[in-house]
Each structure stands twice: as structure tokens, then as C-alpha cells.
């Protein structure tokens, strides 16, 4: 852990068209917090210089990356357009805000582990953050797994594991959004973030000068089954899904996906005073108690007003 910076100017790097980073300048506008939304792009490392040099920033929000669309898929064929944001750009802001003495957290991913002898699913025995990571069958996995070795060299970067992100919006990227529209689903337990009680932890650990990596997940695991049932317990009581085995999905899938379990006692211990972050199966049962509400509020009676994203066809 570095000395504590007092949180006085943030910069915030995928903050005009990403998810998380615009989620972020929503929460920090409600706390009072001035920041700014980068114009530079990470890869380039003279534009990113003077960005920082200007903004002259307390602490930096990394939440810029390729993740493809539809899905990762895509870069298993824009492997170079995956290295340059991912990899070259990631670490050329942590370098420079390094030489700046500026904190910088970055929102990595904890899809870099699999289930293996030593975690087997459903012991309950998690990835820790000192863990090497065993997962590189999709190439957006890979790239990071190169990427967090030498993120921990720097020492004002937090680097966070996010996992298979939820929040109570209809955003593409929400994990809920995507498996709903899915015509099958694996059923495995596993780690995930929810974004309403996570981003805020974030903020709190920034403030308190936190580095290193840390697995950025609700305690516990839950599976798709789960949080699909839910999904029909508050938001559709007429949505149906199937299941299917590992086997099945990976003939539809270009690239592997990474199933584990991130264990949370490093975060947990860490975590500042008055946050709170509930154990997953809370997490989601309290996310789509609150999107029913907003859906409700936004469309009215559900599930006949559903809008399109969350509808099969």
C-alpha cells in the first residue's frame, strides 16, 4: 500500500464511450469529486504525457480496454488491435503516472484462471491474488495474463480483477443483459462483480491509497442457472432457458471462456471502513430486485413492455 494521495481531481481514461468508466463519472459527480474524461488514447504515449501533464490529476481511473464485439471472440482475429489497447496502452498509463507519482487504478479482469486439481469447482478453495494465472485460451485472456505481472511492478497501480460484471441497467455489457438473450447456457459456479456495491469500493480503495491486485468480486460464487432463475423470479416470470455442457459451447465458440472462483479474504481485510459488499447471491438478488424497479419505472408493467435488449429476438 502507498501513502494515501488525497482524491482531489480524477482522470478518467474510457470514460466517454466505455461502461464502467462512464459508470464511474456518475459516481463520481454524485460524491462531489471533480474529474475529468481523457481525450487521449492510451497507446499513445506522447498524447497521454501531456494529457496528464495538463488535467494534472490526483489519481487516474484505467477502465479503457478491447473486450470485442459481440464478444471476445473478436480478438482472436484483431490480435494486434488487442495488444495495443490492452497491453501497450494499459501500460504505458501506468508507466506514466508512475513517473508522476500518480495513483492509478486499473479495471482488470480475473478471467486469467480456470478451474484446476488444486481449485477444483465447487470446493469452496479460490484463486488467490498471488496465484499465476493457468487460463490463456481466448486471446483477450492471454493478453491480460501477460499484462498483470507487470502491472505489479508499479507501485501506485491497484489493479482490480473484475469478473463477468452485473449491474442493474440493460447495458450490452451487463453478464445478465448477454446470457439472457442466449439460447443455452452452461450451468458453472462462478465468481462476478457487481458493479452498484463493487464501483463504489473502488472509489474508497483509490482514496485510501490501495495498490497491488486485488480479486474485485463478490464473495462466493454463483452460477448462470441461478442468476437466470432470478432473472424469472423478478423480471420475467415467462423466460425459459436450456442448458448445455462445456463440450456443447465450445463448438459454437471461437475462444475458451474462463470459469473459477476468486477468493475475497485480501479484499475483504482491505476494504475501507463503511463499505459494503455482500456475498454474491445477495449481490444479485438485491441488482435485479432494484432493475425491476427501474424497469418498471422506465417502460412500465413488465415483462409485456421489455425493451428489445433484453429480448431473444
Known amino acids: 500500500m502507498s501513502s494515501p494521495t488525497p482524491l482531489t481531481k480524477v482522470l478518467i481514461y474510457g470514460g466517454k464511450t466505455g461502461w464502467i468508466g462512464g459508470k464511474m463519472a456518475v459516481l463520481?459527480?454524485?460524491?462531489?469529486?471533480?474529474?475529468?474524461?481523457?481525450?487521449?488514447?492510451?497507446?499513445?504515449?506522447?498524447?497521454?504525457?501531456?494529457?496528464?501533464?495538463?488535467?494534472?490529476?490526483?489519481?487516474?481511473?484505467m477502465a479503457a480496454g478491447i473486450t470485442g464485439r459481440p464478444n471476445i471472440d473478436w480478438c482472436e482475429d484483431h490480435m494486434p488491435e488487442t495488444i495495443r489497447t490492452n497491453v501497450i496502452g494499459t501500460l504505458n498509463l501506468a508507466d506514466l503516472c508512475n513517473e508522476r507519482g500518480i495513483h492509478c487504478t486499473v479495471y482488470?479482469?480475473?478471467?486469467?484462471?480456470?478451474?484446476?486439481?488444486a481449485h477444483p469447482l465447487g470446493s469452496g478453495v479460490g484463486f488467490t491474488e498471488d496465484d499465476v494465472p493457468n487460463f490463456d485460451e481466448s486471446f483477450y485472456s492471454k493478453t491480460k495474463g501477460y499484462m498483470e505481472p507487470m502491472l505489479r511492478c508499479y507501485p501506485t497501480c491497484l489493479i482490480l480483477r473484475v469478473r463477468m460484471p452485473i449491474s442493474d441497467d440493460l447495458?450490452?455489457?451487463?453478464?445478465?443483459t448477454k446470457i439472457v438473450k442466449y439460447e443455452r447456457v452452461v450451468n458453472i459456479p462462478n465468481s462476478m462483480t457487481v458493479l452498484t456495491e463493487m464501483l463504489p469500493a473502488s472509489l474508497a480503495m483509490a482514496k485510501k491509497g490501495l495498490t497491488g491486485v486485488y480479486n474485485f468480486c463478490n464473495p462466493g460464487v454463483i452460477s448462470h442457472n441461478e442468476c437466470l432463475d432470478l432473472y424469472t423470479?423478478?423480471?420475467?416470470?415467462?423466460?425459459?432457458?436450456?442448458?448445455?455442457?462445456?463440450?456443447?459451447?465450445s463448438k459454437i465458440l471461437k475462444a475458451g471462456r474462463s470459469n473459477n472462483e476468486l477468493d475475497s479474504t485480501?479484499?475483504?481485510?482491505?476494504?475501507?471502513e463503511g463499505i459494503v459488499i455482500n456475498d454474491i447471491k445477495t449481490a444479485v438478488e438485491l441488482c435485479m430486485q432494484r432493475m425491476?424497479?427501474?424497469?418498471?419505472?422506465?417502460?412500465?408493467?413488465?415483462?409485456?413492455?421489455l425493451p428489445k435488449e433484453?429480448?431473444?429476438?
Open 310 to 313: 433484453v429480448r431473444k429476438n
Open 292 to 305: 425491476q424497479k427501474n424497469l418498471t419505472e422506465e417502460y412500465g408493467p413488465l415483462p409485456d413492455s
Open 233 to 249: 423470479k423478478y423480471i420475467d416470470p415467462t423466460y425459459k432457458y436450456m442448458n448445455f455442457t462445456l463440450e456443447e459451447q
Open 108 to 117: 482488470a479482469t480475473g478471467c486469467i484462471f480456470k478451474y484446476d486439481d
Open 171 to 176: 447495458s450490452h455489457r451487463n453478464f445478465i
Open 266 to 272: 485480501k479484499l475483504m481485510r482491505d476494504m475501507p
Open 28 to 61: 463520481l459527480k454524485e460524491n462531489g469529486v471533480e474529474f475529468v474524461l481523457a481525450d487521449a488514447r492510451c497507446e499513445n504515449r506522447a498524447d497521454v504525457a501531456a494529457e496528464l501533464d495538463s488535467v494534472k490529476p490526483s489519481h487516474v481511473f
